[in-house]
């Protein structure tokens, strides 16, 4: 028993060791991009928050690995920040919206947000077949952006969306474009050639996690004003009720995933175990 402790602590402090290079990386890059990460949005627990997350969901990965991974979390945290609090107006978020989109297909950037995207497409140009995958890459990234503006819309206009159409607006929450810029990166060959098939258990994992942040963030939500599921008129319990339905489809999703390719299988299942745990829901995962 005391040995099984030993490799258990022993393990746990190498990936601990390993979220902690990447910070600094991330560190680096709020450096580099002057102006992108005010201090109120972004303290050094959420590039360390991040960096664990990822460092637990590919243990077995080297910190340059994950590099990508980190670097995109944080960028959609930076781009989400611009749309929900720096933006005061529809054309302002359009244009963001277009300036990426003009960045993905390998225009020069203009702004920080901008030039952190042109950094990180060209990071990923680095690894061979990313041409063949960009087209994927840039809708990916569109959706995200588009559903950013949908969610600033409803804000906005005090819309209230049903549940079921605020979940199919989950790709505001960026989960599924880190999980494909990941993949391009650093998945192994079957995930590279078989993106396609990887994206419903990516999307799925992506709804769970879009609420248990819902869950995580509601105070902070009510005091900036921002967009949250219990601001829906449904329970903690109906969302928590919901969050155990998607955990367990997908799992059924990832299931078949082991057999072909158990690493992105026990990416995605690492990545639900690790934030519902990382954030103190519980109950979610019988």
């Not at 928050?49 to 340059?64: G, K």
């Not at 989400?80 to 963001?96: N, Y």
């Not at 989960?175 to 993949?183: A, I, T």
């Not at 994992?205 to 942040?213: A, E, M, P």
Request: hydrophobic share 45%.
């Amino acid at each position: 028993m005391a040995g099984d402790e030993l490799g258990e602590a022993s393990e746990l402090g190498r990936v601990c060791a390993l979220a902690a290079e990447c910070a600094r990386d991330l560190r680096r890059c709020v450096e580099m991009y002057g102006g992108l990460f005010p201090r109120a949005a972004f303290d050094p627990d959420l590039y360390h928050a991040l960096c664990l997350s990822t460092a637990f969901s590919s243990p077995w990965s080297a910190a340059e690995r994950l590099k990508v991974a980190n670097r995109a979390a944080l960028w959609v945290r930076a781009v989400g920040w611009l749309v929900e609090h720096a933006a005061a107006t529809r054309d302002e978020v359009d244009e963001l919206s277009r300036d990426c989109m003009a960045v993905a297909d390998g225009a020069a950037p203009r702004v920080p947000a901008t030039r952190f995207l042109a950094d990180l497409r060209d990071e990923m140009a680095t690894v061979k077949g990313f041409e063949g995958l960009r087209g994927r890459w840039r809708a990916q990234l569109e959706r995200m952006l588009t559903a950013m503006e949908r969610a600033w819309v409803w804000r906005e206009a005090g819309m209230v969306p049903s549940l079921g159409r605020y979940l199919d607006n989950a790709d505001s929450c960026g989960s599924s474009f880190v999980d494909l810029s990941h993949w391009i990166y650093a998945g192994d060959p079957w995930a590279r050639r078989h993106l396609g098939e990887l994206e419903p258990a990516s999307r799925h994992v992506q709804r769970y996690l879009h609420l248990l942040g819902d869950l995580a963030s509601y105070r902070r939500d009510v005091s900036w004003g921002d967009l949250n599921v219990l601001m829906l008129g449904v329970s903690h319990g109906d969302v928590t009720d919901r969050m155990t339905v998607l955990a367990q489809e997908a799992a059924a999703l990832i299931g078949p995933l082991r057999e072909v390719s158990p690493l992105t299988a026990a990416y995605l299942r690492r990545q639900i175990g690790f934030n519902t745990g990382f954030h103190g829901i519980s109950g979610l995962m019988a």
